[in-house]
Each structure stands twice: as C-alpha cells, then as structure tokens.
T-cell receptor, first 114, second 117 residues
Framework: AQSVTQLGSHVSVSEGALVLLRCNYS??????LFWYVQYPNQGLQLLLK??????LVKGINGFEAEFKKSETSFHLTKPSAHMSDAAEYFC????????????FGIGTKLQVIP | DVKVTQSSRYLVKRTGEKVFLECVQD?????MFWYRQDPGLGLRLIYF???????EKGDIPEGYSVSREKKERFSLILESASTNQTSMYLC????????????????FGDGTRLSIL
C-alpha cells in the first residue's frame, strides 16, 4: 500500500531564509508525487508534480522538489521565504494504474516570521 | 482554468438530518473525488467516481453516499448527519491519464465547512 509521511506538522522560518519541507513516501511501484499548497479558507492548489521525467522538479512561486529514490524522499524547497508563502503544504503520492487515487500526507503549516 | 465549485462555503445542520453537498466542475473531467479534511489527519478520501453513475469507496465511506448523474456534478450525501461528521469537505476533479502510466493533478474547490449540531 502506498503512504506518505510529512515530517513536522509546523515549520517556522524567517523571511528570506531557506524553506525545507520534508516528505517521505512508501510505494511498491514507481510513484507519482505531488506537492499542493492550501491558503486559508481555500482549496488545494498544485505546486509541482513528479512523473519520472526529471528528478528535480520546478514548480510555481519559486518552489522546487527533488525526487530521491534511494531515500524515498521528495522534499520541497525554496531558497528565500516570502511572507506570502505562509500556508499549509501537502505532499501526495499516487502510482500508475488504477483510478487516479491519491494518498495525501497530514500537511505541514509554514509560518514565515518577518 | 479549471473551475470546481462547491455550492456552500459554510453549512450548519442538525443531527439526524439528511445533508447534500454539491460539487460542479467545468472541465469535462472524468474523475471526481470527495475528501474530508480534519486537523492532524490531512485529507481522507470518502468516495470517488471515474465516470457517470460509477462510484468507488474511498478510505472512510461509512455514513456517506454519493451520486453522479451527470459528468460535471458529484454530490456527497450524509444519510443521517452526526456530530462526528463536522468537518471541512473538499471536492476535486481530474482528467484521466493520457496513457496507462501517466497521472494528472487534482483540481480542488474551496471547500464546505460543515457543522453538525
């Protein structure tokens, strides 16, 4: 069965500092991996996705994530945090076949301190 | 842009009531999903549908049912609402993969915050 673990339900960074949100997955077959962002009182929006084309994936708003098969990780990074990055971030995993069922992590709330 | 619209942002109902949550998408997507979101638990899949009149149980279907009579509309039904169903409900849709091995992101509505008193 597939699963995803997000380490740290709350992360605080200073404005301008590096953002690192951790995600590890478990899947018996090659996975597809996603990062979504949720701003207050809104639904989730896609930040980026990994579908085996390239291990370093660039997304919107300056975020990127690197797929590391040996570590079963897909951590999300941004070189310099902005106040507008304060939101909740969800890692998600799916796998080829089936009906597009996706398993989400529990989410990480990012706080950006001025 | 894909638009997924949930009929209510906030809803207050009483225990025992039959509750309908409606979701409409405008991108002709085959796949539609209902999740509930609770603090510390993330998103949990209730039901999903990959075609009109087709439905599959997700991880927590108990106490819920769904209806998909038209491709663009997916309804979640709480047969007899209970206080433990107080939650944020999110609807999503996605296109099918172009090939067996591809995958498509999900597009979400803004959610319905449901309170059962």
């Amino acid at each position: 069965a597939q699963s995803v673990t997000q380490l740290g339900s709350h992360v605080s960074v200073s404005e301008g500092a590096l953002v690192l949100l951790r995600c590890n997955y478990s899947s018996s077959v090659p996975p597809y991996l996603f990062w979504y962002v949720q701003y207050p009182n809104q639904g989730l929006q896609l930040l980026l996705k990994y579908t085996s084309a390239a291990t370093l994936v660039k997304g919107i708003n300056g975020f990127e994530a690197e797929f590391k098969k040996s570590e079963t990780s897909f951590h999300l990074t941004k070189p310099s945090a902005h106040m507008s990055d304060a939101a909740e971030y969800f890692c998600a995993v799916s796998f080829s076949g089936g009906y597009q069922k996706v398993t989400f992590g529990i989410g990480t709330k990012l706080q950006v301190i001025p | 842009d894909v638009k997924v619209t949930q009929s209510s942002r906030y809803l207050v109902k009483r225990t025992g009531e039959k509750v309908f949550l409606e979701c409409v998408q405008d991108m002709d997507h085959e796949n539609m999903f209902w999740y509930r979101q609770d603090p510390g638990l993330g998103l949990r899949l209730i039901y999903f549908s990959y075609d009109v009149k087709m439905k599959e149980k997700g991880d927590i279907p108990e106490g819920y049912s769904v209806s998909r009579e038209k491709k663009e509309r997916f309804s979640l039904i709480l047969e007899s609402a209970s206080t433990n169903q107080t939650s944020m409900y999110l609807c999503a849709s996605s296109a099918p993969g172009q090939t067996f091995y591809s995958n498509q992101p999900q597009h979400f509505g803004d959610g319905t915050r449901l309170s059962i008193l």
